[in-house]
């Protein structure tokens, strides 16, 4: 049995105001492609399908594509929510989308609904969690009976655990979990969606009794504890912190249990996402950005050596891609921007690194900021207030304050 790890699509996202919707057209058109290739049975999506709780109309005219070109080849279609999405949207249609082959978890009610597929070795049990928040959990079991005496969960960890130990799993077959959480000591990317305190973390442990868990939430591809821990990552590059990744999709092939292959297919997106660094005359010069062309494409196809590449592929290949632009130069160029973008169409960022640039200490960017958490804005209002620094028992308290009006907030989407 083969299958098709892929999570944090994000449909209908913008970077830097950029609209993503072609790069994700396309690179779904590649994953169904790899579909084909690896002659997968199914496909496993962890979270985050939309980038908002109320999608673009045309976002969900995307994902609707793309999950009847999976269900027109026979594929099976495993998918949660994510933090990003709504649950309920989610879930919509589940019934009558499952006589295709295409399973959505419904929104969590204290049970999680389990599927199975049949091959040789005999049962694969696949578990969807959608992305569930203490205040879920607490909503979904007060007053159930099998609760009378027991503490409700108030920690995401205490949440998934007590979610995970309703499910009842059957250690002696093959189990595969589907879920969107946070698992302590990943590696975060400047796209994600950080919780106040780190608040969210789960530990690996948790996820014991399965097999393969298919995660989703972190946008790096990585490996908790184990191999069969699993971020797959996003299919596309959403921050420039991930400028140096390889995007892949996973495939994970089951065998008899303990016997699990895990490999990675990479994506080659529409426009790739990098960083440029030296003075307007460097990267303005024609040697330069040309120069840059060739040794990318050759990159990207394994190549070595010099290869004879027609100016329009060249052009695609890296000019157009997603840049950000870092000039040591130590005056402003007037209308810069504007003027590099005749050269880099899809230039998303300009920065300056020179002397003065980096003696400004006290002006902060407002990107910078925006990739503050709550709390660390919070601190350093009181820090500014009150002339001293919160204590370790205050900034428990905030943050616990903080995030149950994220999770009243999100309640009342």
Not at 85 to 111: H, K, N, T
Not at 267 to 283: N, Q, S
Not at 311 to 322: L, M, P, V
Request: glycine share 6%.
């Amino acid at each position: 049995m083969k299958l098709l790890h892929i999570s944090d699509l994000h449909i209908g996202k913008r970077v830097n105001e950029f609209s993503m919707i072609e790069d994700q057209k396309y690179i779904l058109r590649q994953i169904l492609a790899i579909a084909d290739d690896q002659r997968a049975d199914a496909v496993m999506i962890a979270g985050d399908i939309y980038d908002k709780p109320v999608p673009s109309a045309e976002a969900v005219q995307v994902f609707d594509w793309f999950l009847t070109e999976l269900a027109d080849r026979g594929k099976q279609v495993y998918a949660v929510s994510g933090n990003h999405d709504s649950a309920e949207r989610i879930a919509f249609g589940a019934q009558l989308m499952s006589g295709r082959g295409v399973f959505v978890s419904p929104v969590y009610r204290g049970d999680t609904v389990m599927y199975t597929m049949q091959d040789s070795y005999g049962e694969l049990c696949l578990y969807l969690l959608p992305f569930i928040r203490p205040a879920v959990v607490r909503h979904a079991l007060e007053g159930a009976p099998e609760m009378e005496g027991k503490a409700l969960p108030e920690s995401y960890q205490d949440a998934v655990a007590l979610a995970v130990e309703r499910m009842n799993v059957d250690c002696s077959k093959r189990n595969i979990l589907i879920a969107h959480q946070f698992v302590t000591g990943a590696g975060r990317c400047d796209s994600e969606e950080v919780s106040v305190g780190g608040l969210d973390n789960v530990d690996a442990d948790v996820f014991d009794a399965f097999d393969y868990v298919a995660l989703g939430h972190i946008h790096s591809p990585q490996f908790l504890k184990r191999e069969t821990v699993r971020y797959c990552g996003t299919p596309l590059k959403y921050s420039f912190s991930e400028a140096e990744q390889e995007k892949s999709v996973t495939v994970v092939e089951f065998r008899e249990k303990g016997n699990i292959e895990i490999s990675t297919v990479p994506l080659v997106p529409l426009h790739d996402m990098r960083k440029i660094r030296g003075t307007y005359l460097e990267v303005t010069a024609r040697s330069f950005y040309a120069h840059a062309d060739a040794e990318e494409i050759n990159h990207q196809r394994g190549t070595v050596g010099a290869q004879r590449i027609s100016d329009s592929f060249q052009k695609n290949a890296d000019t157009e891609d997603y840049i950000q632009i870092t000039l040591t130069d130590e005056e402003d160029i007037p209308d810069g921007l504007q003027k590099l973008r005749i050269i880099y169409p899809n230039l998303m960022r300009l920065e300056y690194d020179n002397s003065r640039t980096r003696q400004s200490r006290f002006i902060e960017r407002a990107e910078e900021i925006e990739q503050k958490t709550e709390l660390e804005l919070f601190a350093e209002f009181y820090e500014l207030q009150n002339n001293q620094p919160m204590s370790d028992e205050q900034a428990a308290f905030a943050a616990q304050l903080i995030e149950k009006c994220k999770e009243l907030s999100g309640d009342c989407r």
